[in-house]
């Protein structure tokens, strides 16, 4: 199974590519977890990477294309379940060289709605599990439930750079949903519904 999962910042890729992945047995590829590892490492790609990240920007693609692309031929040889990657119809168009994705899913989500999810989201800083203050909180406040880590809100979720992520999302990723759709393989999912309902829709599609 290789599946891209695709759709605004916060509409709850993550979230649904980590039940996905237990339900399958297939890797949860975030994009962007694997850059926050290399920025949080402090190797030179990641330094170079920082500055963008931090506003919610593309940055050097084609070595980031490179890193993902690498990272998915050592670690995923039955499939993948891809959150965050393709961002660029660059990206879409590289990853198809070497892989045939059978579906894109779209998240439809209402612009109000990711800003509340973005702004509550708090992240495990030891093992990146999500949470949300109201909707999905920890048991003990600012604690990972599942590996006891301290729990962040990541400075790309701050509201001054959320416009800006949503700008960039809506000038480079919604294209790659068009690209899908001539593909033919684009499938749409409402993601303004619980995250078990959400999960639901998706089993069906799959
Ligand atoms: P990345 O980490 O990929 O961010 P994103 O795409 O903006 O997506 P998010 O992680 O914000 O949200 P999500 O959709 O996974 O939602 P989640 O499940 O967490 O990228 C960050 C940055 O890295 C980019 O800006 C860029 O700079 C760089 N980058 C990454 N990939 C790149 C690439 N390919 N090329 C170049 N640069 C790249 O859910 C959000 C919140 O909502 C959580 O709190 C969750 O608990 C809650 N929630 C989830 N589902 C529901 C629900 N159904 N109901 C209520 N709450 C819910």
Do not use: W
């Amino acid at each position: 199974m290789k599946l891209v999962l695709i759709g605004p910042p916060g509409c709850g890729k993550g979230t649904q590519a980590e039940l996905l992945s237990k339900k399958f047995g297939i890797p949860h590829v975030s994009s962007g977890n694997i850059l926050r590892a290399e920025v949080a490492a402090g190797t030179a790609f990641g330094k170079k990477i920082k500055q963008y990240m931090e506003k919610g920007e593309i940055g050097p693609q084609k070595l980031i294309t490179k890193l993902i692309l690498s990272y998915i031929n050592k670690n995923c040889s039955d499939g993948f379940i891809l959150d965050g990657f393709p961002r660029t119809v660059y990206q879409a168009q590289e990853l198809d060289k070497h892989h045939n994705i059978v579906a894109a899913i779209y998240f439809k989500l209402p612009k109000k709605e990711i800003i509340a999810r973005i702004t509550g989201r708090r992240t495990c800083k030891s093992c990146a599990r999500v949470y949300h203050i109201r909707h999905a909180p920890p048991k003990k406040k600012n604690i990972c439930d599942t590996c006891g880590g301290e729990l962040y809100q990541r400075d790309d979720d701050k509201k001054e750079t959320i416009v800006n992520r949503i700008n960039v999302y809506e000038m480079e990723t919604i294209p790659v949903i068009e690209y899908y759709k001539l593909q033919g393989i684009l499938k749409f999912i409402n993601a303004a519904q619980s995250p078990e309902m959400v999960f639901e829709e998706i089993l069906h599609l799959v």
